[in-house]
């Protein structure tokens, strides 16, 4: 039972268009959503979150839109560059839960960024 | 600035082995965790802990023991290989467990029992 899903498995976009990454949710008890960043043969790098006290949150090129009633959540990159391709996981997690302990991830997408 | 280190990096282990994959980090943070990455998924937390002498079972814990003796350290034990514990491997640590504490990621570890 997939309680965060990514359901494409890629993306390609051209160089200074814009990318956008969506989550959905199905967990009501979600409040707190992240975005981690994955070169391969690295680690996952947190990229941005947000908490569901709030619809948006931006920081320079990324901005994550939440939309509580609809349980969708999306990652908006502008302009896109090449050194954005990399498999990008939405994350979620409950307080009530303990937020890090019980972080809950969704399958990933693969942004290429075309030069 | 090493943050957090696991090896080894590779490891082809045969069924039925054992073996223990290292974890340390360096920012003296009180939760450490242990996920798995199965290809084309999500990652999926096996055990975590909370503070040094207290460990606590995540989503998938079955073949898999952890310790957490120091601070510093939170090695992960696997008992009796089996093929469906090929994986890649993630240790992972966040200073508490208050929402906007980021878990930082070691580089992974490239699992495959044969």
């Known amino acids: 039972d997939q309680q965060v899903k990514q359901n494409s498995p890629s993306l390609s976009v051209q160089e200074g268009r814009i990318s956008i990454l969506n989550c959905d949710y199905t967990?009501?008890?979600?409040?707190?959503f992240l975005w981690y960043k994955k070169y391969p043969a690295e680690g996952p790098t947190f990229l941005i979150s947000?908490?569901?006290?709030?619809d948006k949150n931006e920081d320079g090129r990324f901005t994550v839109f939440l939309n509580k009633s609809a349980k969708h959540l999306s990652l908006h990159i502008v302009p896109s560059q090449p050194g954005d391709s990399a498999v990008y996981f939405c994350?979620?997690?409950?307080?009530?839960?303990?937020?890090?302990?019980?972080?809950?991830f969704g399958k990933g997408i693969t942004l290429s960024v075309r030069p | 600035n090493a943050g957090v280190t696991q090896t080894p990096k590779f490891r082809i282990l045969k069924i039925g082995q054992s073996m223990t994959l290292q974890c340390t980090q360096d920012?003296?943070?009180?939760?450490m965790y242990w996920y798995r990455q199965d290809p084309g998924m999500g990652l999926k937390l096996i055990y975590y802990?909370?503070?040094?002498?207290?460990?606590d079972k995540g989503e998938v814990p079955n073949g898999y023991n952890v310790s957490r003796s120091t601070t510093e350290d939170f090695p992960l034990r696997l008992e009796l290989a089996a093929p469906s514990q090929t994986s890649v491997y993630f240790c992972?640590?966040?200073?508490?467990?208050?929402?906007?504490?980021?878990?930082?990621f070691g580089e992974g570890s490239w699992l495959t029992v044969v």
């Open positions: 992972a640590s966040s200073p508490s467990r208050a929402p906007g504490n980021t878990i930082y």
């Open positions: 967990n009501s008890m979600f409040d707190y």
């Open positions: 947000i908490s569901s006290i709030k």
């Open positions: 994350a979620a997690s409950g307080l009530s839960s303990g937020a890090n302990s019980k972080l809950t």
């Open positions: 920012m003296n943070h009180n939760y």
């Open positions: 802990s909370v503070g040094a002498g207290i460990t």
